[in-house]
């Protein structure tokens, strides 16, 4: 096939300038991008459509993972533009987090002109299989006249319930070839409602007198009067009230529903959930445990419970709980749907900093409507207690357990929530596979304080070393769970990426230096340099 063969006939617009305004007629009004030769004619679209915001990102991890923040909060998907199969596969970590998240993405790979494809050039891939793995939608252009009827079903299908990731294949043939036209905004599927049979399967549960747990997520727990109303239906049920492990998003802080969130660690888990006879699943997934382990189980729910899923992801969770409330009549006491002393903020820490402090002082600092990003990993243990008391705030999780999140996920929130003060708490392991978005948050001033929880290892490996009964770790072992030798100096390298940078060695100077960072507008970095550091631990 020629290049002449390869385009549409002489006549209206580019595939690339089709694309971009129909991006923006749907309503995507930012693209964080990572371009290479095959988007050339995407990047240059940009200076002639207007209404795109283009963010550029140094790494492919970066700008997925900052579409997943973006969408988080915004409610509304931003692109992503990247390169060929390898910049995709690149990325494919944190558009799985974004998968598991249901946040929507449009996803715009470029790829070789049709007819170069046959050649086998070096960067030649499967791109449609790759996207696969991560996307609920992909599609590919093959004629410049599809490109704007396609860019607006990437649109629709991302924003459609649950919401996910499309991912639209774009050959540099058609990008560049005539006769395109913006395609027309399409429809939004939107949840579907609630089984009449699942509503009245749960509400036997939950009237049933008989221990019952209430698992949610989505969208109950991402807002603050949802999350309310599902308190109080579980104080007017006697239920036990348990969000999902790692939330998309949850509203948290002093006056909001305190609930607990189903623990990391199976046992933990079982011992939240056990004795149920009845679970009502309402925006959440089966509990099942992060990995196998030896003699241990993966189904989380106990033996002889019965499981109602009642609002799975696709189905109104919010449209469930109001039905259920009115079903039942149940409308407990809002004491009793919140925990003791949460209008409270806590005190200053001091002393070394442990992950209690740590958030602890997180808490203390927090300013009004903040989004908090939590990739602490081991340190995630302290973060109910040290945020019960403060400010009322966004928490985003690793949803997908796919490291490399915090930092791009952060900037992409600052940049979705523009005015909220964003705080990102990151492992040290784990940041180093996405630092570059800090140069992002300087170059585009984003008011993002990260607090680097620095204990020199992986230590989350070292506990689940001793939880899959691997034996006792040997030097060997030990120096790949080990990130020492030589230690890292994650304020030079703050610095040198264009944040202002320092460390903390006590509770009491982290506190000072989140007062001052959250006093100053524009991106700063804290190394929290942990108790166990250097301690091999």
């Not at 974004?98 to 170069?116: K, L, M, N, S």
């Not at 949610?216 to 603050?224: M, R």
């Not at 199976?266 to 309402?282: S, T, W």
């Not at 989140?514 to 301690?535: C, R, T």
Request: glycine residues 14%; hydrophobic residues 45%.
């Amino acid at each position: 096939m020629s290049g002449q063969e390869a385009t549409s006939p002489a006549g209206g617009s580019s595939g690339a300038r089709a694309l971009v305004a129909t991006l923006v007629a749907s309503g995507v009004d930012t693209c964080f991008a990572n371009p290479g030769t095959s988007e050339m004619h995407f990047v240059a679209a940009l200076d002639s459509v207007a209404g795109l915001r283009p963010v550029l990102g140094l790494a492919e991890g970066v700008v997925t993972g900052a579409a997943d923040g973006y969408g988080r909060v915004a409610g509304r998907p931003a692109a992503v533009l990247v390169h060929l199969g390898p910049g995709l596969a690149n990325g494919v970590a944190n558009l799985h987090n974004a998968r598991r998240a249901h946040t929507p993405v449009v996803a715009v790979v470029g790829d070789h002109a049709t007819y170069h494809k046959r050649l086998d050039a070096p960067l030649e891939s499967d791109i449609d299989a790759i996207a696969g793995t991560v996307s609920s939608w992909v599609r590919r252009s093959w004629r410049p006249c599809d490109v704007g009827r396609d860019a607006a079903s990437a649109v629709a299908a991302a924003r459609s319930a649950p919401g996910g990731v499309a991912t639209l294949i774009l050959p540099a043939d058609v990008s560049w070839g005539s006769g395109a036209v913006p395609g027309s905004v399409q429809p939004v599927q939107p949840p579907a409602p609630a089984s009449e049979a699942d509503l009245a399967a749960a509400a036997a549960a939950l009237g049933s007198g008989e221990p019952v747990a209430i698992l949610a997520g989505g969208a109950v727990v991402a807002d603050a009067d949802l999350q309310d109303r599902l308190a109080r239906l579980a104080a007017g049920t006697g239920a036990r009230l348990i969000c999902e492990t790692f939330p998309a998003r949850i509203a948290g802080g002093a006056g909001r529903a305190r609930i607990a969130r189903l623990a990391y660690l199976g046992e933990m888990a079982a011992a939240q959930l056990d004795g149920c006879r009845h679970l009502v699943l309402l925006g959440a997934r089966r509990p099942v445990a992060f990995f196998a382990y030896p003699g241990r189980p993966g189904d989380l729910v106990p033996d002889g419970c019965a499981v109602c899923e009642l609002a799975p992801p696709g189905v109104d969770a919010a449209g469930a709980l109001a039905a259920l409330v009115d079903r039942l009549g149940a409308d407990g006491p809002v004491s009793s749907a919140r925990g003791a002393g949460d209008d409270q903020r806590a005190g200053l820490p001091s002393g070394p900093i442990d992950p209690a402090a740590l958030w602890a002082a997180v808490g203390a600092t927090l300013p009004e409507g903040a989004v908090v990003v939590d990739e602490s990993v081991s340190s995630s243990f302290g973060s109910g207690a040290g945020l019960a008391g403060a400010a009322p705030h966004d928490l985003l999780t690793l949803t997908g357990g796919a490291i490399g999140f915090g930092s791009p996920c952060a900037t992409g929130a600052a940049v979705g929530a523009p005015g909220r003060p964003v705080v990102c708490l990151q492992a040290d392991g784990s940041a180093l596979y996405t630092l570059p978005a800090l140069w992002t948050q300087a170059r585009e001033g984003l008011d993002v304080t990260t607090v680097v929880v620095d204990n020199r290892s992986y230590a989350i490996l070292a506990m689940e070393l001793d939880r899959v009964e691997a034996g006792a770790p040997g030097p060997l072992a030990r120096s790949l769970l080990d990130l020492s030798r030589p230690d890292l100096d994650f304020v030079s390298l703050a610095r040198g990426l264009g944040v202002p940078a320092t460390r903390a060695d006590t509770a009491s100077q982290l506190a000072r230096q989140l007062a001052a960072a959250h006093a100053e507008p524009g991106p700063h970095l804290i190394d929290a340099v942990m108790a166990a550091a250097g301690a091999g631990g």
